[in-house]
């Protein structure tokens, strides 16, 4: 608190005598000496970045072609559509039949996995769900 009291309240900053009317002719001498050249800008550099710009995006478009065309060759592609288009899923319905269901199935399920069930309960079974003898002894 003490020190504010100490600056002075004079302003220590002053302009020198008769700047305002001598910067004027100063600025003008000083320029008008020079002659004013135009330089002409070229093609090249007004549109550079604009040029430089297009060549990455077509780079960048050069190389993914490339990259797909060899990792994913169209010869592949061909090949599988000939094969599924030759294929009549209706023929697949008509070649199935139970007995090589029960063999293909038989394969998955290992012998030791199955309950241990004797022909009598299997018959007994069927018998209680009102199935017929005769029905029974030609399944088996």
Do not use: C, H, W
């Amino acid at each position: 608190m003490n020190k504010l009291s100490e600056i002075p309240e004079k302003n220590p900053f002053k302009v020198p005598d008769n700047y305002f009317e001598e910067v004027n002719r100063k600025i003008i001498s000083a320029t008008s000496g020079f002659d004013e050249q135009v330089r002409k800008v070229s093609f090249y550099n007004k549109f550079r970045t604009s040029l430089l710009i297009a060549a990455s995006v077509a780079g960048i478009i050069l190389i993914s072609y490339t990259a797909i065309k060899l990792l994913i060759p169209d010869n592949k592609k061909s090949q599988v559509s000939e094969v599924l288009s030759e294929i009549n899923p209706d023929s697949f319905i008509n070649d199935i039949d139970i007995s090589s269901l029960e063999e293909e199935s038989s394969a998955f399920i290992p012998a030791e996995a199955g309950p241990d069930v004797s022909k009598k309960d299997i018959i007994d079974y069927l018998l209680f769900e009102n199935i017929e003898l005769n029905d029974i002894y030609e399944q088996l």
